[in-house]
C-alpha cells in the first residue's frame, strides 16, 4: 500500500503529505519504531480528465435558460462599473 515513511518524517512534512494524498492520490503507511501503525489515504480518488473531455462537460452543465441574457448583461455592467486598478500599488 503506497510508500512507509515514519512518523518523524510524516509529522515534519505533513502538508506535503496532505497535498499528495488528496490531490495525486498517493498511499502512505507511517510507521513508528519500524511497525506500521496508520494508513493514510485519500478519502475519494482524485478524478483526472482529458482537455478533450471538455465539450461534453460544458454541455452537461445546467442552463440559465430564458434567465441568461438578463443575467449575463447584469455581470457585464458590474464589470464596467468596478473601479479599475491601481496605476501604483499603495503600499509601494
Do not use: C, Q
Not at 58 to 64: G, R, T
Request: charged share 25%; aromatic share 6%; net charge positive.
Amino acid at each position: 500500500m503506497g510508500k512507509t515513511i515514519s512518523a518523524t518524517e510524516a509529522a515534519r512534512h505533513f502538508s506535503d503529505l496532505l497535498n499528495r494524498v488528496g490531490f495525486r492520490g498517493e498511499h502512505y503507511t507511517i510507521a513508528r519504531g519500524g511497525k506500521a501503525i496508520a494508513h493514510l489515504t485519500p478519502v475519494t480518488s482524485p478524478v483526472t480528465r482529458r482537455l478533450g473531455e471538455l465539450p461534453d462537460l460544458l454541455k452537461k452543465l445546467p442552463s440559465l435558460g430564458k434567465d441568461a441574457v438578463p443575467f449575463a448583461r447584469e455581470v457585464f455592467r458590474g464589470i464596467r462599473k468596478a473601479p479599475g486598478l491601481p496605476k501604483k500599488a499603495p503600499w509601494a
